[in-house]
């Protein structure tokens, strides 16, 4: 692994402690979530840049032949492009490549050289003539150099891997002209696809869709024919070369009908403990597609091809560690991601908050309900410091792109409307987005995804998408209930007040609210639509209590239930103080409020994320509590204090100085 990522990780662990994903039951150590490990592939990488192609044209072929050497790292070969004339007449048209990439010249239409320029890393392309609406032109550009790459694995990257070559491309999200002239955008998906891979006879070079053929050259070269048969966008057209091991498994999806899943791991990585969870993969594919629909590109393979990146290129993810988390993310991204691509950046959140989404869903099916409701108990607690929307406002800078928001907020998005529509109808909703004529191996935008809600849901769903998508932040809410005993029955009334929010000002909902009886209880569901609304409700028996949300169908902070005659009684929000004294030797002091009635964990963890101390382990009262921490036993460093109470969780970080 190279020094950039584990300097990531180290920063991470130290001072990034809310994006640290759950806690491994088995190794007692804190997992990064595939948001982390995806993140650090975009630290530090350039601004302002913003690639939405010629509008003019319609691509619809890719073909791209390269010889690609080391000692030294270069490329060179052509690309040729069939483009479709998509407005009334063109005599002129540009492609997308980094200008520090030579051009040596360029055919149209296979026998006519073209006029070019080459400026600010666009190819400038005189026509031979005008060409009118949907008259196709062909274009074939000689190129050659030392493709661009980030110091963190973004664009065309030679590296080693336990001293022997490694080489990969990272395309997304405006990477793909690093490398290879193209129309740098997902909105204009080809239609198919041929990568020809030129390398030395110790490499294997992989790529998408199905492998044709393999020649050698006898030169010390072998050719590697991949064909992609399926719309393909440009992004995720990829390339993995090293001396790969093949390890390969079956998806068996009707009778004897298999496909292959296909693995290129390192020779170190070709281990039982690896080999076993790629075994997974055959099972993830069954169950994603009993969701989705059939595997989407059945007719030519899946698999992994081993390098240090992340990212879910069609019909091959590029992988970097082999964990479970990762691999089920990015095995969802082939239908959602791939399948369906995202129209521009400002969508991601229909790649990778859907990805997120099935992960959760992986877990659910793999190891039941608990699971599913622990991960997702997890992603809120990371939102609680998000304040942007799901939906990107600016995409000229790739740290916008890929943010918490496209994947956690994104994620919990999904989750939210599977509680707003029943899991009956929100899981045809995904089958019926994933397998859309107009959508389908295509590109979408929200408003695609909320019109195949509406449609199943059967009624409108724009508060839900104009609030989670479009506005800001989360609800945050504070009850208020009285009771009072009328004719043998008890009325109820449940005041609930938002705290004013910027965008949306509150958040309309329906909610669930579960009441305790001294035996037995109740769930009502009610409609919140106002920044202030009461509730008037005939029970039954008397209330004694209430849970707001008790299934965490929503993504929020409850800041106080109160019976109106406590209200003064109980602090108005959960809150985990700073340690005091911090540092501290060898005593400290954690204080913690409750608003509510809460079982409270407070636990202490080394820098490694192994549990170190129990400090609370039971059920508490509303109110204020402090508990003391003696580290006369642990040695000096930094230690991790997480509070969990109910729905709510933070981590803080203290240090120990002997």
């Known amino acids: 692994m190279n020094r950039e990522f584990y300097h990531y990780v180290l920063l991470t662990l130290f001072f990034f402690v809310p994006i640290i994903d759950a806690q491994d039951n088995q190794t007692g150590k804190w ?68 200008q520090n990439m030579i051009v040596d010249s360029i055919i149209i239409q296979d026998t006519i050289l073209a006029q070019f320029n ?26 050659e150099g030392l493709p661009n790459s980030t110091s963190i694995g973004a664009g065309f990257i030679f ?26 955008t997902p909105a204009d998906k080809a239609d198919s696809a041929d990568i020809i891979l030129t390398v030395d006879t110790s490499l294997i070079p992989i790529s998408n869709g ?54 290129y791991l390192y020779t170190e990585s070709y281990t039982p403990q690896n080999l076993s969870k790629l075994d997974m993969i055959p099972e993830m594919l069954e169950v994603y ?15 992994h091809a081993e390098c240090y990146s992340l990212m879910e290129n069609q019909t091959i993810t590029s992988l970097v560690a082999f964990d479970e988390d990762l691999m089920s993310h990015e095995t969802a991204h082939q239908w959602f991601g791939d399948k369906i691509t995202c129209k521009d950046w400002h969508d991601i959140w229909l790649n990778e908050g859907f990805a997120s989404f099935v992960d959760c869903l992986w877990k659910e099916y793999k190891y039941g309900e608990t699971a599913y409701d622990e991960d997702i108990l997890n992603l809120m607690s990371f939102t609680r410091n998000l304040n942007n929307s799901v939906w990107v406002e600016d995409i000229t800078n790739v740290s916008n792109i890929f943010r918490p928001e496209s994947y956690i907020k994104g994620a919990l998005v999904l989750h939210m409307l599977r509680g707003v529509l029943g899991d009956t109808l929100f899981f045809k909703t995904l089958y019926d987005y994933s397998n859309d004529p107009e959508l389908a191996y295509g590109v979408a935008t ?23 998508i479009y506005g800001k932040k989360h609800p945050r809410y504070k009850i208020n209930w009285d009771k009072e005993e009328v004719d043998s029955t008890w009325n109820m009334v449940i005041k609930i007040e938002q705290t004013v929010n910027i965008s949306p000002p509150f958040f309309t909902m329906p909610i669930e609210i579960k009441i305790n009886y001294t035996a037995g209880d109740t769930i ?8 202030i609304q009461e509730y008037l409700i005939n029970l039954p028996n008397e209330p004694m209590s209430i849970i707001f949300d008790p299934d965490n169908w929503i993504l929020k902070d409850v800041l106080s239930i109160i019976p109106e005659v406590e209200e003064e009684d109980y602090p108005s929000e959960f809150f985990l103080s700073q340690n005091y004294p911090n540092p501290f030797n060898p005593l400290t002091v954690i204080s913690y409020q409750l608003p509510v009635g809460s079982d409270v964990s407070l636990k202490v963890y080394n820098i490694l994320g192994k549990e170190v101390a129990i400090l609370v382990e039971e059920y508490k009262p509303a109110g204020g509590y402090e508990t003391e921490f003696d580290a006369a036993t642990f040695p000096s460093g930094v230690y991790l204090y997480q509070l969990r109470a109910g729905n709510f969780v933070e981590t803080k970080k203290m240090i120990l100085l002997k």
Not at 48 to 60: A, E, K, R, V
Not at 216 to 245: E, M
Request: net charge negative.
């Open 159 to 184: 590296d080693l891997h336990n001293g022997d070559p490694v080489i990969w491309s990272a395309s997304e999200p405006y990477f793909a002209n690093y490398w290879w002239p193209c129309k740098d």
């Open 289 to 303: 597609s009993s969701l989705f629909g059939e595997y989407p590109f059945i007719n030519e393979k899946f698999g």
């Open 31 to 98: 997992k990064l979530n595939e948001y982390d490990l995806k993140r650090y592939q975009w630290i530090n990488l350039p601004e302002n840049i913003y690639y939405p192609g010629d509008q003019t044209i319609d691509i619809i072929y890719y073909k791209i032949d390269l010889t690609i050497t080391i000692s030294p790292n270069y490329i060179k070969g052509s690309v040729t492009i069939f483009a479709r004339v998509d407005t009334t007449n063109i005599d002129s048209l540009f492609l997308d490549l980094a």
């Open 210 to 263: 199905s492998l044709k053929s393999v020649i050698n050259n006898n030169n010390g070269t072998h050719t590697y024919s991949w064909k992609v048969s399926y719309p393909i966008a440009q992004y995720l057209i990829s390339v993995a070369i090293s001396n790969y091991q093949l390890y390969t498994n079956y998806y068996v999806y009707s009778g004897n009908d298999s496909m292959a899943v296909t693995n």
């Open 446 to 468: 929200t408003d695609d995804f909320q019109r195949v809600a509406e449609n199943v849901y059967g009624a409108d769903l724009d508060y839900f998408f104009s609030e989670w």
């Open 524 to 531: 009502i569901k009610i409609f919140n639509n106002a920044q």
């Open 118 to 143: 080459h400026p600010d890393d666009k190819i400038n392309i005189s026509l031979d003539r005008n060409y009118f609406f949907n008259e196709v032109i062909t274009l074939t550009v000689f190129y």
